[in-house]
């Protein structure tokens, strides 16, 4: 019998039973419409895996376990035309004219989805060029490819996103990797699939569909694009750390292991009902992805109460929909009822013993519930309390983990010891958790990932108390390849808004989001540092993703290996986001210049301050003078009135230390003393200068030369602490040998040869790479840093971070300032693209050439060698 080579004249598609939903029933009419000839036929689940048992038996295995319906569905298709050729087709597909002269002489024909596709987050993070859509497939019966889809199923099927599993991705790499003897016609997509998903269309901007050439259009009603939430790895097989108190006073703390309550639950334990109660007034979009938090809860028995008091009943028709008998809704009149009124009726409609508090505009891990509820039961408490939370703001491109404390919103508890909310308009879940936590037993678990705090503008509290949240986080990534590569891990567990991926991946081309003109008093906000949790607060892991380094001498413990600078990139490497453009007005500045003998250099330091262009009313200055010979101290008064006329604030120090130089200013013995005068020079001007101003950067007094935006370029890498490439010459070798990385392998090194009167001093290049050796990289994580030119957070200083004057870790002056930051969890950044030049000179001089410290280093490593 010959075999066919032509597609056989009938439409298939896919159902999960024989009603076609409403909203599909004129897409489905329009292929019947336009192929009256054609057969049609609609197959249900139960058929598609009838099909599969009588002739594809061998792929049961893998058909009954996957995890979504969606899977059976797009693999049954396969199978399909595999049997009986024709079209397959989604319901969510209109045909605009009949297809016959397209498919004449074709043995299969696909369709690829639009290219803006590709550069949505979901697709990007596949690496795959092109797209093929699986909405249309037409194929002749036994067609070779189809048994090479086959194959691909299965090799694919542990995949737990469906993309990638059993879906688009899937089949583009399919189409890429067919054997030779399969012929495959791929259309364009103006032929079939001319219209952008919705997600795209959002991002990139809708366009007509061409349908004097389009066969066909989907309509993307069941849209991939916009939602990327799909299974993740479970926290199963994991310890999660603990701690539980009874009646304030702690009482325990360890290591759970959440597998055996999860057993006891498969093998038929009761699970109790827990009530999540949601409370929601106006916030459409928000509640909405709540619900999707709640509907891929994982715990067996839950429901979900909600309360609304909203103008319309928008919210009302969308739970109607969903037709869900786990989602009970009470509509109330908007009478102004406070917070914890409304909360008060959510637990009354409760029918649950326990409940959760389920805000409408945060993020919920599938887990939550069953994490939370395997802790209560398993160590018989009344409640449980997440220990941390993550923190999203999606405007300003931040994302943190919370410190330690007891978060109220993520309270599951037992009803019967809850007490009633005070009828108070926020701040009501504050008294009631105080109110468990004293009654019973609690336990607090340190899974931040389970509950993600948001941040949107609209909140029941504002702006600087969610910013206070980061500045007591215990790690933060701001906007940039870690902050996105988070949010895409994100996203393989919560329902994201396609928008906040995409803008997550597109370097920022301006200041700081949400900083406007009248918010620069806000701008410390803007770039919070990081705090370990306070001692005793939580013996918890370092946040997902930090890992302790080995220990090297002079250098504090950081998030990553020596020498190795990461943010959360596989490089080490992460881009910096570009200076933002000078405006009418910025965070105030405050340049601090300690001096010394410094009459050559004043001109052109002055020179070179006045052609900053960032706003003179934005910058004050600030100079300390000590210890000159060469009438400094008089010119310096001289120069005070013109300064004090173009910018902000002028403050002038005089502090004599004593010291003198008796040799070359690079000797290693000298190196202590020196070092240890400036650190206390340095200090004497920050008590004395620094006033409401948000940043300080320190600058050089014998630095020649600097781009007029290198305030702008500095506070455009978004970190507490910045430095720029400090060389001897444009485009020359690093002159400041403080800035360093240290090498991957410098834990192994000896480094007690090197240890001169408590500090090291190690020739130039032993363990340590400087910032030329990170030429084309926008930005770097460092070990160390110098003082030539140094941007830093004027609130870490108010905080206590100041340069040490005697060894710190083995380090003194601005090496110890960067091994005290990182112990305070701060990391340190340079930019080795921007550079300040500071040409080499010996002998005499400014106090502040900080420099040459390395320099002498290096003279001395020479002889050495």
Same mark, same amino acid.
């Given at each position: 019998?010959?075999?066919?080579?032509?597609?056989?004249?009938?439409?298939?598609?896919?159902?999960?039973?024989?009603?076609?939903?409403?909203?599909?029933?004129?897409?489905?009419?329009?292929?019947?419409?336009?192929?009256?000839g054609?057969?049609?036929?609609?197959?249900?689940?139960?058929?598609?895996?009838?099909?599969?048992?009588?002739?594809?038996?061998?792929?049961?295995?893998?058909y009954?376990?996957?995890?979504?319906?969606?899977?059976?569905?797009?693999?049954?298709?396969?199978?399909?035309?595999?049997?009986?050729?024709?079209?397959?087709?989604?319901?969510?597909?209109e045909?605009?004219?009949?297809?016959?002269?397209?498919?004449?002489?074709?043995?299969?024909?696909?369709?690829?989805?639009?290219?803006?596709?590709?550069?949505?987050?979901s697709?990007?993070?596949?690496?795959?060029?092109?797209?093929?859509?699986?909405?249309?497939?037409?194929?002749?019966?036994?067609?070779?490819?189809?048994?090479?889809?086959?194959?691909?199923?299965?090799?694919?099927?542990?995949?737990?996103?469906?993309?990638?599993?059993?879906?688009?991705?899937?089949?583009?790499?399919?189409?890429?990797?067919?054997?030779?003897?399969?012929?495959?016609?791929?259309?364009?997509?103006?032929?079939?699939?001319?219209?952008?998903?919705?997600?795209a269309?959002?991002?990139?901007?809708?366009?007509?569909?061409?349908?004097?050439?389009?066969?066909?259009?989907?309509?993307?009603?069941?849209?991939?694009?916009?939602?990327?939430?799909?299974?993740?790895?479970?926290?199963?097989?994991?310890?999660?750390?603990?701690?539980?108190?009874?009646?304030?006073?702690?009482?325990?703390?360890?290591?759970?292991?959440?597998?055996?309550?999860?057993?006891?639950?498969?093998s038929?334990?009761?699970?109790?009902?827990?009530?999540?109660?949601?409370?929601?007034?106006?916030?459409?979009?928000w509640?909405?992805r709540?619900?999707?938090?709640?509907?891929?809860?994982?715990y067996?028995?839950?429901?979900?109460?909600?309360?609304?008091?909203?103008?319309?009943?928008?919210?009302?028709d969308?739970v109607?929909?969903?037709?869900?008998?786990?989602i009970?809704?009470?509509?109330?009149?908007?009478?102004?009822?406070?917070?914890?009124?409304?909360?008060?009726?959510?637990?009354?409609?409760a029918?649950?013993?326990?409940?959760?508090q389920?805000d409408?505009?945060?993020l919920?891990?599938?887990?939550?519930?069953?994490?939370?509820?395997?802790?209560?039961?398993?160590?018989?408490?009344?409640?449980?309390?997440?220990?941390?939370?993550?923190?999203?703001?999606?405007?300003?491109?931040?994302?943190?983990?919370?410190?330690?404390?007891?978060?109220?919103?993520?309270?599951?508890?037992?009803?019967?010891?809850?007490?009633?909310?005070?009828?108070?308009?926020r701040?009501?879940?504050?008294?009631?958790?105080?109110?468990?936590?004293?009654?019973?037993?609690?336990?607090?678990?340190?899974?931040?990932?389970?509950?993600?705090?948001?941040?949107?503008?609209?909140?029941?509290?504002?702006?600087?108390?969610?910013?206070?949240?980061?500045?007591?986080?215990?790690?933060?990534?701001?906007?940039?390849?870690?902050?996105?590569?988070?949010?895409?891990?994100?996203?393989?567990?919560?329902?994201?808004?396609?928008?906040?991926?995409?803008?997550?991946?597109r370097?920022?081309?301006?200041?700081?989001?949400?900083?406007?003109?009248?918010?620069?008093?806000?701008?410390?906000?803007?770039?919070?540092h990081?705090?370990?949790?306070?001692?005793?607060?939580a013996?918890?892991?370092?946040?997902p $993703? #930090? /890992?302790?380094?080995? *220990?090297?001498? =002079? &250098? +504090?413990? %950081?998030?990553? !290996? @020596? $020498? #190795? /600078?990461?943010?959360? *990139?596989?490089? =080490? &490497? +992460?881009? %910096?986001?570009? !200076? @933002?453009?000078? /405006?009418?007005?910025?965070?105030?500045?405050? &340049?601090?210049?300690?001096?010394?003998?410094?009459?050559?250099?004043?001109?052109?330091?002055?020179e070179?301050?006045?052609?900053?262009?960032?706003?003179?009313?934005?910058?004050?200055?600030g100079?300390?003078?000590?210890?000159?010979?060469?009438?400094?101290?008089?010119?310096?008064?001289?120069?005070?009135?013109?300064?004090?006329?173009?910018?902000?604030?002028?403050?002038?120090?005089?502090?004599?230390?004593?010291?003198?130089?008796?040799?070359?200013?690079?000797?290693?013995?000298?190196?202590?003393q020196?070092?240890?005068?400036?650190?206390?020079?340095?200090?004497?001007?920050?008590?004395?200068?620094?006033?409401?101003?948000?940043?300080?950067?320190?600058?050089?007094?014998?630095?020649?030369?600097?781009?007029?935006d290198?305030?702008?370029?500095?506070?455009?890498?978004?970190?507490e602490?910045?430095?720029?490439?400090?060389?001897?010459?444009?485009?020359?070798?690093?002159?400041?040998?403080?800035?360093?990385?240290?090498?991957?392998?410098?834990?192994?090194?000896?480094?007690?040869?090197?240890?001169?009167?408590?500090?090291?001093q190690?020739?130039?290049?032993?363990?340590?790479?400087?910032?030329?050796?990170?030429?084309?990289?926008?930005?770097?994580?460092?070990?160390?840093?110098?003082?030539?030119?140094?941007?830093?957070?004027a609130?870490?200083?108010?905080?206590?971070l100041?340069?040490?004057?005697v060894?710190?870790?083995?380090?003194?002056?601005?090496?110890?300032?960067?091994a005290?930051?990182?112990?305070?969890?701060?990391?340190?950044?340079?930019?080795?693209?921007v550079?300040?030049?500071?040409?080499?000179?010996?002998?005499?001089?400014?106090?502040?050439?900080?420099?040459?410290?390395?320099?002498?280093?290096?003279?001395?490593?020479?002889?050495?060698?």
């Open positions: 019998m010959a075999e066919q080579r032509d597609i056989t004249p009938i439409i298939h598609q896919i159902w999960h039973d024989k009603d076609v939903p409403p909203r599909c029933q004129a897409w489905v009419e329009s292929w019947r419409r336009h192929h009256p054609w057969e049609y036929r609609l197959w249900t689940q139960v058929e598609c895996r009838a099909l599969l048992a009588e002739h594809y038996r061998w792929f049961l295995p893998i009954d376990r996957y995890p979504e319906g969606v899977m059976r569905a797009e693999a049954g298709r396969y199978f399909i035309l595999d049997r009986f050729g024709g079209v397959y087709v989604d319901l969510d597909f045909c605009l004219r009949p297809v016959d002269a397209l498919l004449a002489g074709q043995e299969l024909v696909v369709g690829l989805e639009p290219q803006e596709h590709v550069q949505l987050l697709a990007h993070r596949s690496g795959l060029p092109r797209l093929v859509g699986t909405g249309f497939l037409a194929a002749r019966p036994g067609h070779p490819f189809l048994a090479h889809v086959h194959r691909q199923l299965v090799g694919s099927h542990t995949h737990s996103s469906s993309l990638d599993a059993t879906g688009t991705f899937m089949l583009t790499r399919a189409v890429d990797q067919a054997p030779g003897d399969c012929r495959i016609t791929v259309l364009a997509a103006r032929t079939l699939y001319p219209l952008l998903s919705p997600a269309a959002e991002l990139f901007g809708d366009r007509p569909v061409d349908r004097d050439h389009a066969y066909a259009v989907h309509h993307w009603a069941d849209s991939w694009g916009r939602d990327v939430s799909v299974p993740a790895q479970s926290v199963a097989g994991r310890q999660i750390p603990f701690w539980t108190s009874q009646d304030l006073r702690p009482r325990a703390k360890g290591g759970l292991d959440l597998d055996p309550q999860r057993e006891r639950w498969a038929g334990a009761p699970a109790p009902t827990v009530s999540c109660l949601m409370v929601t007034k106006d916030r459409l979009s509640a909405m709540a619900l999707r938090c709640f509907l891929a809860q994982t067996p028995s839950v429901e979900l109460v909600v309360v609304d008091d909203s103008a319309d009943g928008a919210l009302e969308h109607r929909a969903l037709a869900d008998p786990r009970r809704f009470r509509r109330l009149l908007p009478e102004g009822r406070t917070l914890g009124e409304l909360r008060n009726i959510a637990v009354d409609l029918t649950g013993p326990y409940v959760c389920w409408d505009d945060d919920y891990d599938p887990e939550r519930v069953e994490v939370q509820m395997a802790a209560l039961l398993g160590l018989d408490a009344t409640a449980c309390f997440l220990a941390r939370e993550r923190l999203w703001w999606p405007k300003r491109r931040l994302l943190a983990v919370s410190g330690a404390r007891v978060w109220e919103g993520s309270m599951v508890c037992a009803k019967e010891v809850l007490p009633r909310y005070p009828a108070q308009r701040g009501e879940d504050t008294p009631v958790a105080e109110a468990v936590l004293r009654a019973g037993r609690v336990v607090s678990v340190d899974a931040p990932e389970l509950y993600t705090y948001v941040y949107h503008g609209n909140n029941t509290f504002d702006e600087p108390h969610f910013a206070g949240l980061f500045d007591a986080a215990t790690h933060v990534w701001v906007s940039g390849p870690a902050y996105a590569g988070h949010l895409r891990a994100m996203a393989a567990r919560l329902p994201l808004d396609p928008a906040d991926l995409v803008q997550a991946e370097p920022p081309t301006g200041p700081a989001p949400d900083t406007a003109p009248h918010a620069a008093a806000d701008a410390p906000r803007l770039l919070p990081a705090r370990r949790p306070a001692p005793g607060a013996e918890s892991p370092p946040a $993703g #930090v /890992a302790e380094s080995a *220990s090297v001498p =002079g &250098v +504090a413990k %950081s998030g990553s !290996a @020596p $020498g #190795v /600078a990461v943010s959360g *990139s596989a490089s =080490g &490497v +992460a881009e %910096s986001a570009p !200076a @933002p453009a000078p /405006a009418a007005e910025r965070p105030s500045v405050l &340049v601090l210049t300690p001096v010394k003998d410094a009459v050559a250099f004043l001109p052109r330091y002055l070179n301050l006045r052609a900053l262009d960032y706003p003179r009313d934005a910058v004050s200055v100079l300390l003078e000590g210890d000159s010979h060469d009438g400094t101290w008089e010119a310096l008064r001289d120069a005070l009135p013109a300064l004090e006329a173009e910018f902000r604030r002028v403050t002038l120090v005089r502090r004599h230390f004593g010291f003198q130089l008796t040799g070359p200013r690079w000797e290693p013995a000298a190196q202590r020196r070092r240890s005068v400036l650190a206390r020079s340095r200090n004497q001007l920050l008590s004395r200068a620094l006033g409401e101003e948000e940043w300080v950067l320190w600058l050089d007094v014998d630095v020649t030369d600097y781009p007029p290198l305030i702008q370029r500095l506070l455009g890498a978004r970190e602490i910045v430095v720029p490439h400090c060389v001897a010459e444009p485009g020359g070798p690093t002159f400041d040998l403080n800035t360093f990385v240290l090498h991957p392998n410098a834990a192994a090194l000896d480094w007690s040869r090197w240890l001169r009167d408590g500090i090291l190690p020739p130039r290049g032993f363990g340590r790479s400087y910032l030329e050796d990170w030429r084309g990289h926008e930005r770097v994580r460092v070990d160390a840093v110098g003082g030539t030119a140094l941007l830093v957070h609130n870490l200083h108010r905080d206590g100041v340069f040490p004057t060894p710190y870790r083995e380090l003194i002056e601005t090496e110890g300032l960067a005290l930051a990182q112990d305070m969890g701060v990391e340190c950044w340079a930019l080795p693209g550079e300040v030049v500071h040409p080499r000179h010996w002998g005499g001089g400014p106090l502040s050439r900080t420099g040459e410290a390395g320099l002498g280093a290096e003279a001395q490593g020479s002889v050495d060698r």
